[in-house]
């Protein structure tokens, strides 16, 4: 089973019910399983910021929402995460693809992977990354669990770890 | 021609019941909390133009629910990228009420970018939101409601205001009471009790 098809499991089974995004590279998979998924809808959105309302707010009103965006984007959202995000305590959970570390040699990306940990640090915002075996690990839904208590949202950093090798 | 702020929400006050109600920051939410306090009302305090995108999630995620989003021109064209999801979309359970006074009311009251030359309905259904319609008088103003509120289809509706008379109404209430509020009303918690 491919990764798209994997993560989208683990985000039904974490009884996600909205999600949107905007795909890069490495989540064009995912967000084409998601788009299929039956469980779920998925929103696209034209902007990260957009990607990140729609969640916010299916999350305000009480259900399960997963936002994926490149960590490019993910900082384009600072504002919106300060502002709605931490400051009205909404646990949504971002999965971010975090580009440019080690073997991700696209130049363009380089620069991002040295403001984006620090940006979520700066805004208190729990990152983990994900491993290869994310689903057995029921690590989808431990993010939940995690942005849940802490009424926070919570990011999940895609590497080339968890996609294999060769992308 | 235009309708003075206060009667524009006041309009739109008498026709909401149950509807969930999402408002933009500053005035939206200030003008709206004074002509409609209730729990199922969710307001933003920021960040100013994503609560088209915010009403958008609330609308997907209670599609037995109408959803209203009220906001501002400013907020509208700084958020345009989210007309687009919701055009995708086609939530037939939102509604989106831009309340159009042509400044910056809380930002200083320049005008806003492009001011009176933007035509809302035209920029609105070019993305595909069919239902578009503009409201420049109180009678107008009641029949449109009425029609975006009752049609299960996606809506826009332009609201051609005046600036604010007087000071603004802010509400005391915190953010996370904000979020709490809205999450009880829904889950159909009484918080009087």
């Given at each position: 089973m491919n990764v798209g098809q994997r993560m989208t499991d683990a985000i039904e089974k974490a009884n996600v019910k909205v999600a949107s995004g905007v795909p890069d590279n490495w989540l064009a998979p995912i967000i084409e399983s998601l788009t299929a998924a039956k469980s779920l809808i998925y929103a696209p959105a034209a902007r990260e910021e957009d990607a990140l309302g729609i969640c916010l707010g299916a999350a305000l009103s009480g259900v399960r929402a997963v936002c994926l965006m490149q960590n490019a984007g993910a900082l384009n959202t600072g504002g919106t995460l300060a502002t709605l995000g931490v400051s009205y305590g909404v646990p949504i959970v971002l999965i971010v693809a975090?580009?440019?570390?080690?073997?991700?040699?696209?130049i363009a990306h380089f620069e991002k992977a040295r403001a984006f940990r620090p940006f979520l640090d700066a805004l208190r915002i729990p990152h983990y990354e994900l491993t290869p075996d994310f689903d057995e690990r029921d690590q989808l839904n431990q993010a939940f669990q995690m942005a849940e208590l802490g009424q926070k949202p919570v990011a999940l950093l895609v590497t080339r770890s968890v996609l294999g090798v060769g992308r | 021609m235009m309708i003075e702020r206060e009667q524009a929400f006041n309009a739109l006050a008498e026709q909401i019941t149950d509807e969930l109600v999402v408002t933009g920051i500053a005035s939206q939410m200030a003008s709206w909390y004074k002509a409609k306090h209730r729990p199922e009302n969710l307001y933003l305090r920021g960040p100013m133009g994503l609560s088209l995108a915010v009403g958008l999630g609330v609308a997907l995620a209670h599609p037995e629910r109408k959803v209203v989003v009220i906001e501002g021109d400013g907020s509208v064209l700084m958020g345009l990228t989210s007309l687009v999801a919701v055009a995708h979309c086609q939530p037939k359970n939102l509604m989106i009420v831009c309340m159009d006074n042509g400044i910056y009311e809380e930002g200083g009251k320049g005008a806003t970018v492009n001011a009176g030359r933007t035509d809302f309905v035209k920029t609105v259904q070019g993305v595909g939101i069919m239902l578009a319609r503009t409201a420049s008088d109180l009678s107008g103003l009641r029949e449109a409601i009425k029609e975006c509120l009752t049609k299960a289809e996606c809506s826009f509706l332009h609201v051609r205001i005046g600036p604010r008379v007087g000071p603004i109404h802010p509400t005391k209430l915190r953010s996370f009471e904000m979020k709490y509020q809205f999450l009880n009303a829904l889950k159909g918690i009484n918080q009087s009790k």
């Amino acid at each position: 089973m491919n990764v798209g098809q994997r993560m989208t499991d683990a985000i039904e089974k974490a009884n996600v019910k909205v999600a949107s995004g905007v795909p890069d590279n490495w989540l064009a998979p995912i967000i084409e399983s998601l788009t299929a998924a039956k469980s779920l809808i998925y929103a696209p959105a034209a902007r990260e910021e957009d990607a990140l309302g729609i969640c916010l707010g299916a999350a305000l009103s009480g259900v399960r929402a997963v936002c994926l965006m490149q960590n490019a984007g993910a900082l384009n959202t600072g504002g919106t995460l300060a502002t709605l995000g931490v400051s009205y305590g909404v646990p949504i959970v971002l999965i971010v693809a975090d580009r440019g570390h080690l073997g991700d040699v696209t130049i363009a990306h380089f620069e991002k992977a040295r403001a984006f940990r620090p940006f979520l640090d700066a805004l208190r915002i729990p990152h983990y990354e994900l491993t290869p075996d994310f689903d057995e690990r029921d690590q989808l839904n431990q993010a939940f669990q995690m942005a849940e208590l802490g009424q926070k949202p919570v990011a999940l950093l895609v590497t080339r770890s968890v996609l294999g090798v060769g992308r | 021609m235009m309708i003075e702020r206060e009667q524009a929400f006041n309009a739109l006050a008498e026709q909401i019941t149950d509807e969930l109600v999402v408002t933009g920051i500053a005035s939206q939410m200030a003008s709206w909390y004074k002509a409609k306090h209730r729990p199922e009302n969710l307001y933003l305090r920021g960040p100013m133009g994503l609560s088209l995108a915010v009403g958008l999630g609330v609308a997907l995620a209670h599609p037995e629910r109408k959803v209203v989003v009220i906001e501002g021109d400013g907020s509208v064209l700084m958020g345009l990228t989210s007309l687009v999801a919701v055009a995708h979309c086609q939530p037939k359970n939102l509604m989106i009420v831009c309340m159009d006074n042509g400044i910056y009311e809380e930002g200083g009251k320049g005008a806003t970018v492009n001011a009176g030359r933007t035509d809302f309905v035209k920029t609105v259904q070019g993305v595909g939101i069919m239902l578009a319609r503009t409201a420049s008088d109180l009678s107008g103003l009641r029949e449109a409601i009425k029609e975006c509120l009752t049609k299960a289809e996606c809506s826009f509706l332009h609201v051609r205001i005046g600036p604010r008379v007087g000071p603004i109404h802010p509400t005391k209430l915190r953010s996370f009471e904000m979020k709490y509020q809205f999450l009880n009303a829904l889950k159909g918690i009484n918080q009087s009790k």
